[in-house]
């Protein structure tokens, strides 16, 4: 199956510095990576779409200027955490739609946990 | 408002047994239904999914069955395994509506099979 990988699988940082997560399909192309957020024992929660080229759209309430994405390539998005915080604390985890595949199906990273002290 | 809905939050099944976890949904433009399977600190595996032309689909001991007119769907495992102790999340989406083919997951359900 389509295979999607995260770095780093965890991280711990100081508050107000800025950390970079990379998503990669490493097997296809993906034309639009989703990013998400999960906090514990709740559901996932889309932040945002990023498609290849263009400007990444966030969902309501997901401050555009503290996740910075960037989907430079069909295989590469990155989130940017911007002057992380203790609430930014949380597991991260981005899935990539198959160019060539259905249309629906999404494949998932392993996820980023992220900490902020 | 809630789109997908999964009302249990855990489910305690004896090994061997039929697990069977719900979803219930409340957009009717809703097309195409997915189940994942996902364990702590790690990222959702795709399990199984139904289009809505059909009523049921099976995989293995995985079988989903979709009911159009009351909005739900169902996964049935059997038999259970200690293994398949883990969060399920069911997620919907539409090809041609306001999700745009994005997914629209429920809560989770958390299930525990027990030796």
């Known amino acids: 199956g389509a295979v999607v990988s995260q770095h780093p699988s965890r991280v711990i940082c100081k508050s107000g510095t800025s950390v970079k997560i990379e998503c990669r399909s490493l097997d296809f192309q993906a034309t639009t990576m989703f990013w998400y957020r999960q906090f514990p024992k709740q559901s996932l929660m889309l932040m945002a779409t990023s498609n290849e ?6 969902e309501q309430g997901v401050e555009k200027d503290k996740f910075l994405i960037n989907h430079a390539s069909l ?3 990155t989130l940017t955490v911007t002057s992380a915080h203790p609430e930014d604390s949380s597991f991260y985890i981005c899935s990539a739609r198959d160019r060539a595949g259905f249309y629906n199906e999404q494949f998932f990273g392993p996820g980023t946990r992220l900490t902020v002290l | 408002d809630q789109q997908v809905k999964q009302n249990s939050p855990s489910l305690s099944v004896q090994e061997g047994r039929i697990s069977i976890l719900n ?3 409340t957009n009717s433009m ?11 600190a790690e990222g959702p595996t ?11 689909n099976e995989d293995g001991r995985f079988t989903v069955f979709l009911n159009k007119s ?12 200690p293994g398949d102790s883990a969060v399920y999340f069911c ?10 083919g994005n997914l629209i997951f429920g809560k989770g359900t958390k299930l525990s099979v027990k030796p």
């Open chain 1, 53 to 58: 080229g263009s400007k990444a759209t966030y």
């Open chain 1, 75 to 77: 295989t590469l998005s």
């Open chain 2, 23 to 25: 979803c219930d949904y």
């Open chain 2, 30 to 40: 809703f097309d195409y239904f997915l189940w994942y399977k996902k364990y702590p």
């Open chain 2, 46 to 56: 795709f399990l199984i999914s139904i289009s809505s032309i059909k009523d049921k």
């Open chain 2, 70 to 81: 009351a909005k739900h769907l169902s996964l049935h495992i059997v038999p259970s395994q």
């Open chain 2, 91 to 100: 997620a919907a989406s539409d090809n041609y509506g306001g999700s745009q």
